[in-house]
């Protein structure tokens, strides 16, 4: 007989059990009835393959099995200067990206991060701190996004924030004990919109929270 997976009925890495009965509950939709979660991998983040029982519009049963990824939700947010009608995104190198046609993986970016073990808001001040040395109290939820929910369950929260240009210092940010180099980018509005037309943005919720800004947000014409 061999031994569980870690992560099972055994502690992971990270000290984790019964990462395979995720989702054997769930019972809000009486159109879906899962049968099986296999655990698949369990390193930083968890790989699952979840069979179900899916219930079609002509009233018969498919048996179905779909991978997901799960790596926590996050919260992302746009920094803002509405009188010099600035705002402020990082720079950083995603591995994922580079080895995806990125030119070199340095890519423009909100500042953003996993909720970890905090809810939204307070993580979503933690991230900005980190990441741009820029400290925000009042903060602005914008929407919740599932980001790719083909195959990976993460949820990412939305916020945009008010900070004032004038008294910003330094264009580093980051944590050097989690080996993060970040740099800190300042552009004009009308600026970052050019750049998600000629390409130098490819970031989804970039773009997203960019064009939020000029259609509903701080640089909207009212």
């Not at 698949?40 to 979840?50: E, I, P, Q, S």
């Not at 929407?143 to 990976?152: C, E, H, Q, R, T």
Request: proline residues 4%; hydrophobic residues 35%; aromatic residues 8%.
């Amino acid at each position: 007989m061999t031994d569980p997976r870690p992560g099972t009925t055994v502690a992971d890495h990270r000290g984790r059990t019964g990462l395979h009965l995720t989702g054997r509950d769930l019972d809000r939709n009486p159109r879906v009835e899962v049968t099986r979660v296999d655990l698949l991998a369990a390193g930083w983040h968890v790989l699952r393959a979840t069979t179900f029982r899916y219930r079609g519009d002509d009233g018969g049963w498919a048996t179905l099995t779909r991978e997901t990824y799960d790596r926590g939700n996050g919260a992302t947010i746009l920094l803002y200067d509405p009188a010099r009608r600035t705002v402020l995104l990082t720079r950083q190198f995603r591995y994922p990206v580079y080895v995806n046609d990125h030119p070199d993986g340095m890519l423009i970016e909100t500042a953003a991060g996993l909720l970890d073990d905090d809810d939204p808001v307070t993580a979503i001040r933690r991230e900005a701190e980190e990441e741009t040395r820029v400290r925000v109290d009042e903060v602005q939820h914008v929407f919740d996004v599932y980001m790719s929910p083909g195959s990976v369950t993460e949820r990412l929260h939305f916020f945009a924030a008010a900070y004032d240009g004038a008294d910003r210092e330094g264009d580093r940010g980051g944590l050097a004990e989690e080996d993060e180099e970040i740099e800190i980018l300042e552009y004009d509005i009308d600026v970052a919109l050019a750049k998600i037309r000629d390409g130098s943005i490819q970031d989804a919720k970039t773009i997203m929270l960019l064009q939020w800004a000029v259609l509903d947000g701080p640089f909207a014409r009212r």
